[in-house]
């Protein structure tokens, strides 16, 4: 399995791997020693585009090389946007499945496999992917997704075209699962949608994030996480809901795109600057301690050097702890695609940079802050740079790294709690030892 883009491809690939387990398959160390090889693609920025043809076309050689039984799947939203024209350009791949029908794929592979490749991609969803069996990565995480879809239509975005319409998973299937998430020893649950905050629009006549919320702490679970929300549609409610439920983590990912009102009301997020601010001094009085990261996109068409002194000034009164920062990207068959106006290259990057640095300082200044405090954190695995140090995520979501030998040993498992204390803080992680060794 390789997985590209988003939490939701993530999720929708742990529900891929469930179905091929199920089907007796088991993960395979490399493509060179598998049987099936599947990509669950992302057609969001056009450089995981640009990957992943690139990535498919380089295992024609597999194939070539001497296994002409290898099964090539493409799933997500590039099988979803290209289809057929997928196959014709890289015709070694044997099986294109959608967004909408990733329950279909060991159907398709068994065809393929009987030499009938085929590209299956449906316009509407036959199901919610929590339905399906799914392979954790982690025993202790999960992903629950209450919607799928999304009615929003930014201009510059492809996900409306590729996931389709906005729809809600019903309030009790979701609380069943995460029930049973529990009893099966998952201590963090992430829901998952487009925009959550507007979760039971379609089903109920209103939103019913809040009670999601709430409904899910109260299954037992430790912590509850969420992406992705939208300023537009998160309400005083919802905000209610996160100071007050205790097991609900104190970190918003809140996208705001760009500082500028006129250049948001380009890309169609229905918020102007004024309200995206206020949102956040809204959250901050009801959660002093809450972390904030964003998404912002530089170099929109027709951002002017006022709209992005607007974007870094917004920057600078917010201070967020995170931010993901993007060089505009045209995506063929939005809006934005065809709108005059290019920022020239240099500019754009020259924007970039001064954004990078702001980021950087706000979000050295935030952990800087932490340092000296007590922090729980939950315990993800060892460090990926040294094996002698664990890595653990606060409840606000910043990576903590504590020297594993100051740790009990049945601690080490991945999936406990600890409390740490933080000696040190660097821009994107902390350091720290643990407490009541
Ligand atoms: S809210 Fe906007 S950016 Fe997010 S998925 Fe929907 S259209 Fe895309």
């Known amino acids: 399995m390789r997985t590209f883009g988003c939490q939701m491809n993530k999720h929708d690939s742990e529900r891929i791997a469930g179905l091929l387990e199920a089907e007796g398959m088991l993960p395979a160390e490399s493509p060179e020693l598998a049987d099936v ?4 693609t992302c057609c969001v920025r056009e ?16 194939k070539t090389g001497g296994r002409p039984d290898v099964l090539i799947a493409v799933g997500g939203c590039i099988g979803q946007r290209d289809g057929t024209h997928l196959r014709k350009r890289l015709p070694h791949v044997d099986v294109v499945f959608g967004t909408h029908n990733i329950g279909s794929l060991p159907a398709l592979l068994d065809a393929a496999r009987q030499g009938r490749p085929s590209v299956q991609i449906l316009d509407e969803g036959e199901t919610f992917a929590s339905d399906l069996p799914s392979r954790r990565e982690h025993p202790w995480h999960a992903w629950v997704s209450i919607t799928v879809g999304c009615d929003n239509y930014c201009s510059y975005c492809i996900v409306p075209y590729v996931r389709g319409h906005e729809r809600s998973r019903v309030l009790e299937a979701v609380v069943a699962e995460a029930e049973a998430l529990v009893a099966d020893g998952v201590v963090e649950i992430t829901l998952l949608g487009q925009n959550v905050n507007s979760y039971g629009r379609d089903l109920y006549g209103k939103p019913r994030f809040a009670e999601v919320l709430r409904a899910v702490a109260a299954t037992g679970v430790q912590r509850v996480r969420f992406a992705t929300s939208h300023p537009k549609d998160l309400c005083g409610e919802t905000i209610r809901a996160m100071a007050e439920t205790p097991q609900v ?5 809140l996208p705001v795109q760009s500082g500028s009102s006129r250049t948001l009301a380009a890309m169609n997020r229905i918020y102007t600057r004024e309200h995206y601010l206020g949102l956040v001094s809204e959250l901050r009085s009801a959660m002093p301690d809450l972390a904030l990261s964003t998404d912002v996109i530089v170099g929109f068409p027709g951002e002017t050097d006022e709209d ?3 974007t870094l000034d917004l920057f600078q009164q917010i201070g967020f702890d995170q931010a993901f920062t993007f060089i505009y990207s045209p995506r063929e068959g939005t809006p934005a695609a065809s709108m005059p106006q290019r920022v020239p290259k240099a500019v754009i990057q020259e924007r970039f940079d001064s954004l990078v640095e702001v980021v950087q300082s706000s979000a050295a200044a935030c952990n800087e802050r932490l340092v000296g405090t007590t922090q729980q954190i939950l315990i993800v695995g060892r ?3 040294d094996e002698d140090m664990l890595t653990g995520r606060t409840g606000s979501n910043k990576v903590v790294h504590v020297p594993a030998r100051d740790v009990e040993t049945q601690r080490l498992r991945s999936g406990s709690f600890i409390d740490v204390e933080i000696d040190e803080a660097q821009t994107w992680f902390l350091l720290g030892h643990p407490l009541n060794k």
């Open 37 to 40: 090889v599947v990509f669950n």
């Open 47 to 62: 450089k995981a585009d640009e990957r992943l043809y690139g990535q498919v076309a380089s295992l024609k050689t597999l």
């Open 249 to 253: 983590c104190k970190s918003l990912h």
């Open 308 to 310: 992005f002194a607007d």
């Open 383 to 385: 460090s990926k740079r």
